[in-house]
């Protein structure tokens, strides 16, 4: 456990991974643009730095960033400091594009860095539980010298593929939880007006073949109580929907339920800091 480890991003994914890669051992410097997070990272073991210089200087470091635009600044701010230091592990778990992860990933291992592309499922809990679903893309050798950090974040983790492999993975299962959310609100909806409670209806889903992930922990966690607080935003969600339906249209993908599905989701009337479960609120008729 003498590697340290940067995390880039200590937002509600990157503190939890932060505060998991601090638990297993690892020494973690947490850097963040806005001030909030880093007292938080402190009391989890975590040693906010103030600039991304210092947690730059790590063995390996992680993003958890918004887009694939912060991924590609970050990394361009720190051209300079990665042409000159050792070889360096990034583990990019941002839900980011395909295309960008690929050429950061030829830019980068042309200076003898690697980047992986490490999107995460499991939300706020799974990131500070150390039990995220990770995919991941990139060589064999950089998944190799990252693994130590990749346990301590996951408790599954797919190679999918080359560089993008793990980018794409995530933006189809998201595509397929966007639609998720969509279907099981107006499956619930139809239950009650024709006359079963929504609470039954969902109880047979979850023990029956039409359920998913969003059916059985999504509803019972977040919307059934209209908590509406899973700790992902509507912006995010409509971010990785576009990019779903981008590389539908790059590859020529015909997919007629899951775009009617995307274009619910870009028209939906949600503020962008609302949570994402709010698409279930299958009670509201608007
Ligand atoms: P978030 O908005 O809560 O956190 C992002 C953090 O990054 C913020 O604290 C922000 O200040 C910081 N940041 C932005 N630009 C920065 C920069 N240049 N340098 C340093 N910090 C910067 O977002 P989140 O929910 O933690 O999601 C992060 C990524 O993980 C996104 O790509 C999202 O799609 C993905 N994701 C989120 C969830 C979830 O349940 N929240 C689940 C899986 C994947």
């Given at each position: 456990?003498?590697?340290?480890?940067?995390?880039?991003?200590?937002?509600?994914?990157?503190?939890?991974?932060?505060?998991?890669?601090?638990?297993?051992?690892?020494?973690?410097?947490?850097?963040?643009?806005?001030?909030?997070?880093?007292?938080?990272?402190?009391?989890?073991?975590?040693?906010?730095?103030?600039?991304?210089?210092?947690?730059?200087?790590?063995?390996?470091?992680?993003?958890?960033?918004?887009?694939?635009?912060?991924?590609?600044?970050?990394?361009?701010?720190?051209?300079?400091?990665?042409?000159?230091?050792?070889?360096?592990?990034?583990?990019?778990?941002?839900?980011?594009?395909?295309?960008?992860?690929?050429?950061?990933?030829?830019?980068?291992?042309?200076?003898?860095?690697?980047?992986?592309?490490?999107?995460?499922?499991?939300?706020?809990?799974?990131?500070?539980?150390?039990?995220?679903?990770?995919?991941?893309?990139?060589?064999?050798?950089?998944?190799a010298d990252a693994q130590p950090v990749i346990e301590a974040l996951s408790s599954k983790a797919i190679h999918v593929g080359e560089s993008g492999a793990g980018n794409v993975a995530k933006l189809v299962n998201n595509l397929l939880c966007?639609?998720?959310?969509?279907?099981?609100?107006?499956?619930?909806?139809?239950?009650?007006?024709?006359?079963?409670?929504?609470?039954?209806?969902?109880?047979?889903?979850?023990?029956?073949?039409?359920?998913?992930?969003?059916?059985?922990?999504?509803?019972?966690?977040?919307?059934?109580?209209?908590?509406?607080?899973?700790?992902?935003?509507?912006?995010?969600?409509?971010?990785?929907?576009?990019?779903?339906?981008?590389?539908?249209?790059?590859?020529g993908t015909k997919m007629p339920l899951t775009e009617k599905a995307a274009r619910l989701w870009a028209e939906a009337s949600y503020a962008a800091t609302d949570d994402f479960t709010r698409m279930g609120d299958f009670r509201n008729k608007?």
């Amino acid at each position: 456990k003498d590697l340290t480890v940067g995390v880039v991003g200590l937002g509600a994914m990157g503190l939890g991974m932060a505060a998991s890669s601090a638990r297993a051992g690892f020494r973690t410097l947490g850097f963040d643009l806005a001030p909030e997070p880093a007292e938080t990272a402190r009391g989890a073991g975590v040693e906010p730095v103030p600039t991304l210089e210092d947690a730059f200087a790590a063995d390996r470091i992680v993003f958890s960033l918004p887009t694939a635009r912060d991924v590609a600044d970050v990394i361009k701010r720190m051209a300079a400091l990665l042409q000159q230091r050792d070889r360096v592990v990034i583990i990019d778990t941002s839900t980011s594009e395909p295309q960008v992860t690929r050429d950061l990933a030829q830019r980068l291992a042309a200076m003898g860095h690697g980047f992986l592309d490490a999107p995460v499922s499991g939300g706020p809990a799974g990131a500070a539980n150390g039990a995220l679903t990770m995919m991941i893309g990139g060589t064999a050798k950089d998944l190799a010298d990252a693994q130590p950090v990749i346990e301590a974040l996951s408790s599954k983790a797919i190679h999918v593929g080359e560089s993008g492999a793990g980018n794409v993975a995530k933006l189809v299962n998201n595509l397929l939880c966007a639609a998720h959310m969509i279907t099981t609100a107006e499956g619930l909806r139809l239950a009650e007006a024709a006359g079963i409670s929504a609470e039954s209806a969902l109880d047979v889903l979850n023990a029956a073949s039409g359920r998913s992930m969003v059916s059985e922990v999504h509803f019972p966690t977040w919307v059934m109580n209209e908590g509406f607080d899973s700790g992902f935003t509507m912006a995010l969600m409509q971010k990785d929907v576009r990019l779903a339906r981008k590389l539908a249209e790059d590859t020529g993908t015909k997919m007629p339920l899951t775009e009617k599905a995307a274009r619910l989701w870009a028209e939906a009337s949600y503020a962008a800091t609302d949570d994402f479960t709010r698409m279930g609120d299958f009670r509201n008729k608007g």
